[in-house]
C-alpha cells in the first residue's frame, strides 16, 4: 500500500478544492492510502472517504513559528512512513516541511500554482485573459506528476452522514417552514472587500424575491457580526429568513445545502461548498474572476454573474480579492443591480437543468 501526505492548511475553499481530487485518487488507484495534513476546522470535509484520513494540525496555536514547524514534521514523520509528500500549498510553513521530508530521502512533489499567468491576468494594465486551469486541475497535475493519472469522478463530492441528515432533520422539523415554494441559501459574505456585493442590496433583493417567488431563504456564514447582519435580515422578514450560521456544524450544513433549490453567494468557500454539494449555484462576482482557476467546479455560465471585462477592463483585479479598488468605487460590484440578481435567481429556478 503507497501512502502519501499532503499539505493543504488553507484557505477553505483551497482545501475544500482537495475533495473531488482525493476522492477520484483512491477510486482510481486501490493500493493508495492518503493522509491530509490541514487545520483541525477542516477535517469534516474529508469524511466518509475511503482510505482517506486526516492529520488536525492546529498551525494556529500548536504548531506555529520555525519551532512549530519542525514539531509538526516529527509529529507527521512518526504517523506514517509515507512514501510520497505533495505540497498543495508552496507557503513558507509547506516549503520548510517538504525541505525537511527531502533531508529525510523522501519523495516529494509541488503543485504549480500557476503564480506568473494569474499575475498577468490580474495586473492593473495589458492583462493576459485566456481562461486558466481549474484549481482541481492543478491539483490534479501535482498527482500525475507522481505517475498517478485518473480522471475526476462525477459528483456530488460532499456527502453528508447519517448522523448529520438526522440531526438536520430534527432542526427543519423545529424551525423551518414546509417545503412549499423554493429553498435558497443565501452567503452574502467573502473574505475581502472585492469579492462583498453591497450589503444594502439584499433587504431590497430578497424583497424582490418575495414578491416573484416567496422563497424560504437560509442565511450561511459565521461570526458575530455576520450573524448580527443575519438577524437584522431576519426582523425584516421573519417569515421567509432562517438563520444558519452559528446553528449547524459542517457536516449538517452540507445535508442542508443537498436540500436548496438554488444557493446565492459570493465568490468564497460557502460556493464551493455548495457546488461540490451538488446544489445549483448563482454566484456573485467583483475583483476576481471565475477563469482564474477558482470558479464553482462542474458549473458553466449559468451560475455566475459578473460585469462583462470589456465594460470593465480593470477586472479582475486580484486573485484572490483585496480590500481596495483601483478605482475607489468597486463599480465591478456596484454595478450589478438588484434587479439582474433576481431575475437570474428566477431564470435558474424556472429553467430546467
Given at each position: ?11 477553505m ?10 476522492r477520484?485518487?483512491v ?41 512549530g ?102 432542526w ?36 424582490e424575491l ?23 435580515l ?23 445545502l ?96
Amino acid at each position: 500500500m503507497t501512502k502519501i501526505l499532503i499539505l493543504r492548511f488553507s484557505a477553505m475553499g483551497d482545501v475544500l478544492l482537495l475533495v473531488p481530487v482525493l476522492r477520484s485518487l483512491v477510486a482510481a488507484h486501490a493500493d493508495v492510502e492518503v493522509v491530509v495534513a490541514t487545520r483541525p476546522r477542516f477535517a469534516a470535509f474529508f469524511t466518509g472517504i475511503e482510505r482517506v484520513k486526516v492529520f488536525e494540525a492546529d498551525v494556529d496555536t500548536r504548531f506555529t513559528g520555525f519551532f512549530g514547524v519542525r514539531k509538526l514534521f516529527f509529529a507527521l514523520l512518526v504517523k506514517e512512513d509515507f512514501d510520497l509528500v505533495v505540497d498543495m500549498h508552496d507557503h513558507l510553513r509547506t516549503l520548510i516541511l517538504r525541505n525537511l521530508f527531502v533531508l529525510f530521502g523522501k519523495k516529494v512533489i509541488v503543485f504549480n500554482k500557476g503564480r506568473k499567468e494569474k499575475k498577468a491576468f490580474t495586473r492593473r494594465e495589458n492583462k493576459v485573459t485566456t481562461p486558466l486551469p481549474h484549481t482541481i486541475q492543478r491539483y490534479k497535475q501535482a498527482f500525475e506528476k507522481a505517475g498517478y493519472s485518473f480522471p475526476i469522478l462525477p459528483g456530488p463530492y460532499l456527502v453528508a452522514n447519517d448522523t448529520a441528515k438526522n440531526h438536520l432533520q430534527k432542526w427543519l422539523d423545529k424551525n423551518a417552514p414546509l417545503k412549499k415554494t423554493a429553498w435558497l441559501g443565501l452567503a452574502p459574505f467573502a473574505l475581502h472587500k472585492s469579492k462583498i456585493w453591497p450589503l444594502a442590496n439584499y433587504p431590497a433583493l430578497i424583497q424582490e424575491l418575495i414578491r416573484k417567488i416567496n422563497p424560504t431563504i437560509f442565511l450561511f456564514g459565521g461570526g458575530d457580526q455576520e450573524i448580527k447582519y443575519f438577524h437584522d435580515l431576519q426582523e425584516l422578514f421573519p417569515k421567509n429568513c432562517l438563520i444558519v450560521a452559528g446553528q449547524l456544524k459542517m457536516q449538517q450544513e452540507i445535508a442542508l445545502l443537498q436540500q436548496l433549490d438554488l444557493m446565492v453567494c459570493t465568490d468564497s468557500s460557502n460556493m464551493h461548498l455548495a457546488a461540490l454539494a451538488g446544489t445549483p449555484v448563482l454566484s456573485i462576482w467583483g475583483g476576481t474572476h471565475p477563469d482564474v482557476g477558482f470558479g464553482p467546479f462542474g458549473k458553466g455560465d449559468e451560475s455566475i454573474v459578473q460585469l462583462d471585462q470589456k465594460e470593465l477592463p480593470c477586472r479582475p483585479c486580484s486573485v484572490y480579492g483585496k480590500e481596495k479598488c483601483h478605482r475607489g468605487d468597486f463599480a465591478c460590484l456596484t454595478g450589478i443591480t438588484v434587479e439582474a440578481v433576481a431575475n437570474r435567481v428566477v431564470e435558474r429556478l424556472t429553467t430546467p437543468a
